[in-house]
């Protein structure tokens, strides 16, 4: 189904005819600046921005945070072109079936996926933390509260593209587009859908999960058991999901999207059993409870060395001061006789 570019949105179950019209280009200059990647530019200031007010609680400097930032963005884009480009190869070829390259990465007419970003992200924490000397499970799930601030504002992205929607509805909240022919089509707002439950996850990791964190990777296991379950029933709904190749299970194609979820589910359920209650963890195991005690041992240390010098003594009145200046000589009768009080 081709939706017709800049179409009308209606939601008639709820607004009745009342459209949005607003284009996909925010700013027509150049090739033109799309509200799809300002949305995202966003979604990153603001994510940043609450992980620099976060990092303390997990231990992390500001330097440590920056580091992975200007390294994890720029690989979380690439991560999730290649992996969007990996599973939709048909769509980068010339006319000739050669890949192109220059639509390979034209980022600004869409095609993103957030597996990829993940990947990307994951791998590049490995190495960072290993350098750095962090652990990475402490820096996770600092990031994966970002990643969801992101994810809530990016997925209205896919709304001002008029893309990422689900199957034909009727339900009240249905969400109606023009296709190429003129036919007005009525379908799941799935962008919205996903956009409401990471928003409910990220609620549930600031307000629940971090506040009672066990152990280091609490909130990143949880963020992935979360996210699975979501997009495994977002992914069900939408009609342009990436298929694996063209593998099929009882003559249905495999969506890639839905595997990953259901891969995601039962390592998080089986990290989190087994860090919960097969391997509980003691509180100073938390990486910053870690920082927090090297920090107090490095100030007793610098200490220590003050207080152990000797102190200068104090003059008593059970010991008199010693004056380090020479006592001035007594005089001497220079007429030889002892001195005899006066008789009057």
């Not at 966003?42 to 390294?71: H, P, R």
């Not at 089509?185 to 919205?192: A, G, N, Q, R, S």
């Not at 927090?292 to 003050?306: C, D, G, K, L, T």
Request: aromatic fraction near 14%; charge should be negative.
């Amino acid at each position: 189904m081709q939706i017709m570019t800049d179409s009308p949105i209606r939601f008639p179950g709820l607004f009745g005819d009342w459209a949005f019209t607003a284009s996909s280009k925010a700013l027509d200059i150049g090739n033109g600046i799309y509200w799809y990647g300002i949305l995202i530019a966003l979604g990153l200031v603001i994510a940043i921005w609450w992980c620099m007010n976060q990092k303390s609680k997990y231990g992390i400097t500001e330097d440590d945070l920056l580091d992975s930032v200007l390294w994890g963005i720029p690989c979380a884009i690439v991560g999730a072109r290649i992996y969007y480009v990996l599973f939709y190869l048909d769509q980068f070829k010339n006319s000739d079936g050669s890949f192109s390259f220059r639509k390979a990465i034209a980022i600004w007419d869409g095609g993103l996926a957030i597996y990829g970003a993940v990947i990307a992200v994951v791998i590049v924490g490995i190495c960072i933390s290993r350098h750095r000397g962090y652990k990475l499970g402490a820096m996770l799930d600092l990031a994966v509260m970002g990643l969801l601030i992101g994810q809530c504002i990016g997925r209205w992205g896919n709304f001002m593209n008029r893309e990422a929607f689900g199957a034909e509805t009727t339900l009240p909240w249905r969400m109606q587009l023009t296709t190429v022919t003129g036919q007005l089509v009525e379908v799941h707002p799935t962008f919205l859908y996903e956009s409401l439950w990471n928003l409910v996850g990220l609620l549930l990791i600031i307000f629940v999960v971090s506040k009672a964190r066990r152990f280091d990777g609490e909130n990143t296991w949880f963020y992935f058991l979360w996210y699975g379950i979501g997009r495994f029933w977002v992914e069900g709904l939408r009609t342009d999901s990436l298929y694996l190749f063209n593998w099929t299970i009882g003559g249905q194609p495999i969506r890639v999207s839905q595997a990953l979820s259901l891969v995601m589910v039962f390592v998080s359920l089986f990290m989190l059993y087994y860090n919960i209650k097969l391997h509980p963890h003691k509180p100073e195991e938390l990486y910053v409870n870690i920082v927090a005690a090297r920090n107090a041992a490095a100030a007793e240390a610098a200490v220590a060395p003050a207080a152990e010098s000797p102190a200068q003594a104090t003059p008593t009145e059970d010991a008199p001061a010693v004056s380090s200046e020479p006592e001035a000589p007594s005089q001497k009768d220079t007429s030889g006789e002892t001195p005899t009080e006066d008789p009057s």
